[in-house]
């Protein structure tokens, strides 16, 4: 409890902020409580969803306006309500995505585009894409492109691959405004680069029933300004202009908004631990993930001696409670109007804040909290200590005192100069002289929107018109404790020449200047250390192209050029519907995804948005700290004193079998006797609230006793024999007489890392018991309907048909809901079983990415035969896979990924055996792609260097082995109809890549620092599922006024099954679309469904549909002589005739055994190709995608949007599994990457800059509903051309360097991997300290 006397400031507050409108008044608001709570649970409104809670995606941005005095009107902020304090809300208007537009009355265009623009799969994401382009508008009214890819960089979409949300956008742009439509051929700015027009013409013309509108611009309302809602009048005053003080105070906090800056000085002496908070961009992400307490906060971000700015003789003074936002605006403005040579540290905050955050942050954290935080990793603190900015600090009875910002300035990790009274005032920004020049960098695993992992900042001033260094700076961030300087290279700088000499000298002084040891916080050592030396290289070059003393050497020049990305761009090509196809038949048409405008309204309902039930309670999990080990006391007896909470259950509560699993039961509901991992289940706190309950969740006291052996990584398993039996093996032809044959052989090892599925809706459930019979109803975020109901009875101790599962829809899935959401679904039937009340849970997103577990990380070592012309005969291949402590989906992930090792080349000798490693980490389990994206990586890693080793092209290597009609796959299966070769000549013909590759071997010989990259990657994806899942079911009732309500077993998670399903159904019953509605999965209206999963789920779920569908119609046929559909349904009611039908069907002719190698594993296959373009910094491993195209067959498509939105969102995806995505653990198996902070799945920023999608035209798939086939997982492969781009501009890199023949490269591609690989002078200087003579900070799984 706060010490509130303490303050001095007396009585309570009442909490005045309006809400889409309507005036909000809270007598008693909680400090503690962010806008998003206060939103979704006390006003009910549900629109703003919880991706992260902690301003890492965007999900839950809406917009504040406030007014402001100085300026005169009202500034409307996209802010993240997840970190919004709701005090910080007083005197504020917020606008959510309900309060612009419903599908009830009218949509606001930035609702109506996002959904008809294909922009919204799953939707979670989409009411913080909706408000964040609604705050643009609001500001500017008709903004350049630039400005809205920058309006939404704090927003994450793990589903659509971003293209469709932007193409929507880009119409409001005045660029768009401005088009020709299509006209200007390759000049128009809706063009792809090879001049594809989205009005059906191709560079060679018009192709006959092409096009490549997926959408009617006509159709869209138009934007009205002047229609959008007023600020509330009574808030048109001066923040605290009545001078009153006021004080919120809650269970645990006590905020006070104090009237003067006088009142803060004085609580600051009073009590001087009391944190100032401003953005609370820093402070809410300690409290809620680093278990700080701050009793008192201290409000000072509206007041006018800190929120200021003014230019002195020497530069800027900024006040330490300006936005980032606003010191961004200011500087740009100084640079438009000043003299260049004056803002050149202008500039590069500038620069430095485009990579800063997105506009949610930017907009509320202040100057002040980015330095006073004292972070190693600030951004802008590099940039202050090199510019010698100077602080103005102030206490109640020190008075005001200034303070350099030099290498003192930070004395410790998270310290300041500042004492604990005093409060920062401002900072000074200082102008820079004609012969002084200032450049910053940063280096992240994203571009945008990221924390550094190094960063650096330069400052140099010559004498007077010499290169003769007069005085310099360097500091860096990422390298120490605290942002540090190099003052001794500095110091032996000073007084050289900045010629080449110089170089040299400052390496080896910041060598030893930023020393880093092997085991160091962060790890990555060698890069962070290799980046110190390669960033003032660039500096180094930069300066000398200004200086104009010597010109850089043109291969040289592009090393110095600032990063720079076009708007991003493409057509997308499908085939049209056969001319004469009824135009009510919307099978091939590419219609809007059902819910797409619900969930641009933030009408549609996910399971945390339903309503609170009378008597709920929310579930708290206890989760274990430890990778192995004994539990030897559980004690809740503090956590059942604190307010709110109800009981603690565990597994002596489980009335049923705690003994639980997916697959085979080798799990349990709550953890009993032992640990096998961090993040498992141990025990969970009911209590009235989340927050309630998650504190008291922590103050459950559990200890362990350690139990050896720790098995955290492959190796570890291997090493000790840890696998999950059998061990399977898929063998074809005679290796050993193949490799005698053979003119050479290769051997190698790779690794590719884990993903996860960052669904950004986290793992919910809802379990309501009803108290009869043992009946319990589940509403659940589940892929999985059946296994929910199934585990959750095994639990319960009751048969199956006591327990509904309801699943309305999902905020993604990708595999990551497929089982591990039973995991969560159990524990909350238990639990409500326990205290026979309603019991919530939705997972906060650390904790959902400590518990549920991802794609599994692989080791490959093989060994491949091949002859000098690149024909290979023999592969032997061994494969690991990490599963974690259970075994789940793994034995099924490792079977496809023996099956699809071999990619889609034809090995006449084959070997791969595959071991399921069973380590103490969370259980790994199903992921799009299932095995193969992993099994691709594989193959694409040794066909490539098998090119590189006979000295012959890739492109040659990849088609002489490359899977043609009549081959004969390494398990026996005949291709049939195989459509390898027609993807992989159009994607060619396509992506004009001959040509292109002639320019990027001009480039590369012209460019030492920059290298581009080009790969063609072909993918051939077999169509299966476990024998017994190929099934589903279907439940079609009609209704006497004509309307259907339609069920199937699969669940909608953003894929578009429902949409798709209606499609099948309309045409069978001859009727609109719009008259059928699925409503929800539920488990007793479709029973024992198969998961939705492994891309068939529109197969089989469509062939239910249709055989219930057709069922409906033979009845109705009778009446079909005359009338309409209305008058046939009614007619056979009168009749008496049964309009209500079920349909089943299960895939025929399935059965593969492994052991013989004999039978038909898969149904058919998906094929594709892609062309991938890559620019990589050799310095600093940054890279960006400059073209894609892909060709993807997916047979003859059931709805084109959807299908192509599936392509991009799973290449976007697959992109950040080989570039991106990295799982970072200790070594005591504990995760790290717990968050978007840290784990970073691709950005808009990230697509392809060019990104072409052509669906394979007049490639019916006769084994598929409307000869259609599975498209969710197969295009997730074709990122790997993303990688091997990669790898070929690092080739390219490398050869400069002197290095030749092949090189390993392991999967992600990340800024580090690029970097350490692109070896070179700078690298040599920092070799990696000898494996075992240290104890690494993390380890790879
Ligand atoms: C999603 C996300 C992305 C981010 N990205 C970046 C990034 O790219 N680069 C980067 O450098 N940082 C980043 N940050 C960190 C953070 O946003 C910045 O440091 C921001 O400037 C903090 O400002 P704030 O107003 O939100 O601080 P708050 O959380 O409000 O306060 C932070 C600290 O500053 C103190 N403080 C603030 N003002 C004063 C004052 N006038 N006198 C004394 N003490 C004061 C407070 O007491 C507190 O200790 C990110 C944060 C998040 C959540
Ligand atoms: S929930 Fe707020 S940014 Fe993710
Ligand atoms: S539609 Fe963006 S996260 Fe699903």
Redesign the pocket.
């Known amino acids: 409890m706060p010490d509130t006397e303490a303050t001095g400031v007396s009585g309570k507050s009442q909490l005045v902020f309006f809400v889409n409108g309507r005036k909000v008044v809270d007598q008693d608001a909680d400090p503690e409580m962010t806008l998003l709570t206060y939103l979704r649970t006390k006003l009910r409104l549900t629109g703003a969803k919880l991706g992260c809670g902690e301003g890492g995606c965007g999900a839950c941005t809406v917009m504040v306006s406030r007014y402001n005095p100085a300026q005169g009107r009202v500034l409307h902020l996209a802010v993240n309500a997840c970190l919004a304090p709701i005090c910080s809300l007083h005197g504020a208007a917020v606008t959510t995505v309900e309060g612009i537009g419903t599908t009830r009355t009218r949509l606001h265009p930035v609702q109506e585009r996002i959904a008809k623009a294909h922009g ?7 009411p913080g ?1 909706v408000m964040s382009m609604y705050t643009l508008l609001r500001n500017h009214p008709a903004p350049s492109m630039e400005q809205v890819d920058t309006a939404l960089q704090g927003n ?5 691959g971003y293209r469709p949300i932007l193409e929507g956008y880009k119409t409001f742009t005045k660029e768009f405004q401005g088009c020709c439509r299509g006209t200007a051929g390759k000049g128009c700015c809706r063009n792809g680069q090879d001049g594809q027009a989205a009005n059906g013409q191709a560079a060679d013309g018009p192709i006959s029933q092409v096009s490549t509108e997926l959408f009617q611009v006509s159709e869209f309302a138009p934007l009205d300004p002047t229609q959008e809602p007023i600020f509330p009048p009574e808030l048109m005053k001066a923040e605290g202009s009545d001078g009153t003080t006021l004080k919120f105070v809650g269970e645990r906090v006590t905020w006070i908004k104090p009237a003067t800056f006088k009142e803060i000085l004085e609580l600051k002496t009073k009590i001087p631990h009391a944190k100032l908070v401003v953005g609370n961009s820093e402070i809410g992400v300690e409290v809620k993930f680093k278990n700080c307490d701050y009793p008192l906060i201290i409000a000072p971000g509206h007041l006018p001696e800190i929120t200021f700015h003014r230019y002195t003789e020497h530069g800027i003074t900024f006040g330490a409670g300006c936005t980032l936002t606003y010191l961004n605006d200011t500087l740009a403005e100084a640079i438009d109007t000043l003299p260049e040579h004056q803002t050149r540290l202008f500039a590069a905050i500038v620069e430095m804040l485009r990579w800063f955050a997105g506009d949610q942050i930017r907009n509320v954290g202040c100057i002040g909290g980015n330095i006073l935080t004292a972070s190693p990793i600030s951004d802008l603190n590099p940039i202050f200590l090199s510019a010698g900015c100077t602080v103005t600090a102030m206490s109640h009875q020190g008075g005001s005192r200034v303070v350099k910002m030099d290498h003192a300035f930070f004395p410790g990790y998270r310290e300041t100069a500042l004492r604990p009274e005093e409060v920062m005032v401002s900072l000074d920004v200082p102008f820079t002289k004609e012969n002084e020049y200032f450049l910053a960098y940063k280096q992240a695993r994203r571009r945008d929107d990221d924390i550094a992992i190094v960063n650096a900042a330069f400052r140099v001033q010559f004498e007077e018109r010499t290169n003769v260094v007069q005085d310099i700076a360097l500091s860096f961030g990422g390298m120490a404790p605290t942002t540090v300087m190099a003052r001794n290279t500095a110091n032996r700088l000073i007084g050289l020449k900045w010629d080449d000499d110089l170089l040299p000298e400052a390496c080896a002084c910041l060598e030893d200047d930023l020393p880093l040891p092997p085991s160091v916080p962060g790890g990555m050592v060698e890069f962070r250390r290799t980046l110190t030396t390669s960033l003032f290289f660039k500096f180094f070059l930069s300066v000398q192209q200004r200086l104009n003393l010597k010109d850089v050497p043109p291969p040289y020049r592009s090393a110095c050029s600032l990063y720079h990305r076009e708007p991003s761009q493409g057509t997308q090509m499908y085939q049209e519907v056969p001319e004469g196809q009824a135009r009510e038949d919307a099978v091939g048409r590419p219609i809007m995804h059902l819910s797409a405008l619900k969930q641009a309204t933030g009408e549609a309902v996910y399971t945390d948005d339903m309503p609170w039930i009378q008597g709920e309670l929310y579930l708290g999990l206890v989760l274990s700290r430890k990778a192995h080990a004994k539990i030897v006391s559980i004690d809740p007896s503090e956590a059942l004193k604190l307010p709110g909470v109800e009981t603690f259950v565990s597994a002596e509560d489980v009335p049923g079998s705690n003994i639980t699993g997916p697959i085979v039961m080798d799990e349990e509901v709550f953890a009993s006797e032992k640990v096998t991992c961090v993040g498992q289940i141990i025990g969970a706190v009911l209590a009235d609230t989340q927050a309630h309950a998650q504190r008291a969740a922590k103050a459950v006291v559990v200890q362990y006793e350690d139990l050896e052996p720790k098995i955290i990584t492959i190796e570890d398993a291997i090493l000790h024999q840890s696998f999950i039996h059998p061990i399977n093996k898929i063998e074809k032809g005679n290796l050993e007489e193949a490799f005698g044959k053979s003119d050479q052989s290769l051997e190698g090892e790779l690794r590719i890392g884990g993903q996860e599925h960052f ?2 809706e986290t793992c919910a459930a809802i379990a309501v018991p009803h108290g009869e019979d043992g009946e319990m109803e589940i509403f659940c975020s589940t892929q999985n309907p059946t296994t929910t109901q199934i585990l959750a009875a095994k639990a319960l101790g009751v048969p199956a048909n006591r327990v509904v599962c309801r699943v309305k829809r999902l ?2 899935g990708f595999g990551g809901k497929e089982m591990r959401s039973c995991v969560i679904s159990s524990v909350c039937a238990v639990a409500a079983h326990k205290v026979q009340k309603p019991v919530r849970i939705m997972l906060d997103r650390d904790e959902d990415m400590v518990i549920t577990g991802t794609r599994s990380p692989f080791l490959g070592r093989y060994k491949v035969g091949f002859m000098n012309d690149g024909r290979v005969l023999a592969l032997d291949i061994s494969l690991y896979n990490n599963a974690g402590n259970s075994m789940d989906l793994s034995h099924g992930v490792m079977s496809q990924t023996l099956l699809s090792s071999a990619g889609a080349y034809t090995i006449p000798n084959f070997r791969a055996v595959g071991y399921v490693c069973k380590t103490n980490t969370a259980s790994n389990t199903a992921f799009r792609g299932f095995g193969r994206p992993q099994a691709v990586f594989f193959a694409e890693s040794w066909i490539s260097d098998v090119a590189i080793k006979c000295g012959i092209s890739q492109l040659k290597v990849r088609e002489m082995n490359m899977n043609k009609e009549g081959d004969v796959t390494h398990y026996n299966t005949k291709l049939e109809r195989c459509q390898m070769q027609r993807c992989w000549e159009e994607c060619l013909k396509q992506s004009d890549f001959h040509t292109r590759r002639r320019q990027v071997d001009r480039f590369n010989g012209e460019n030492r620092w920059k290298k581009r990259g080009m790969a063609a990657i072909p993918i051939k994806h077999g169509m299966t599922f476990m024998r017994t899942e190929n099934q589903a079911g279907a439940l079609v009732h009609v209704y006497t006024d004509g309307s259907v309500l339609l069920t199937h077993g699969g669940t909608e998670m ?1 894929q578009g099954l429902h949409t798709k399903m209606i499609q099948v159904a309309g045409r069978v019953l001859k009727i609109p679309t719009s008259r059928i509605h699925v409503s929800e999965t539920s488990t007793n209206t479709v029973p024992n469904t198969s998961a939705t999963s492994a891309s068939i789920s529109t197969d089989v779920n469509g062939m239910a549909v249709k055989v219930a569908c057709e069922t409906i119609l033979q009845r109705l046929e009778p009446y079909m002589g005359k009338g309409s559909w209305d008058d046939w349904v009614r007619a056979a009611y009168f009749d008496r005739v049964g309009l209500s039908a079920t349909g089943f069907y299960r895939t025929p002719g399935l059965a593969y055994d492994m052991q013989k190698n004999e039978g038909r594993p898969f149904s058919y296959f998906c094929y594709g190709a892609a062309v991938s373009e890559v620019e990589i910094d050799c310095l600093t491993g940054d890279h960006t995608v400059l073209r894609t195209d892909i060709v993807m067959d997916v047979g003859d498509s059931l709805n084109p949007a959807i299908d192509i939105g599936q392509i991009e969102g799973a290449f976007v995806q697959g992109y950040g599994l080989y570039t991106m995505e990295e799982q970072v653990y200790s070594p005591d198996g504990v995760l790290y990457s717990r968050g978007p902070g840290m784990y970073k799945i691709p950005g808009f920023a990230d697509i392809p800059v060019h990104f072409n999608v052509s669906l394979l035209r007049g490639a019916p798939n006769d084994k598929a509903i409307y000869s259609s086939k599975g498209v969710g997982e197969p295009p997730l492969l074709l990122a790997s051309s993303v990688f091997f781009a990669i790898k070929d501009a690092i080739y390219s890199a490398r050869t400069d360097a002197g290095l030749k023949g092949t090189f390993r490269l392991d999967s992600p591609a990340t800024a580090e991997r690029i970097r350490i690989a692109c070896e070179d002078q700078f690298t040599a200087q920092f070799p990696a300290a000898e494996p075992g003579s240290f104890t690494p900070w993390a380890v790879k799984l």
């Open positions: 919204s799969q799953c939707g979670f994401c989409t894409m994450l979409c793990r589903c659509t669904y950004l905020g993604g953003g």
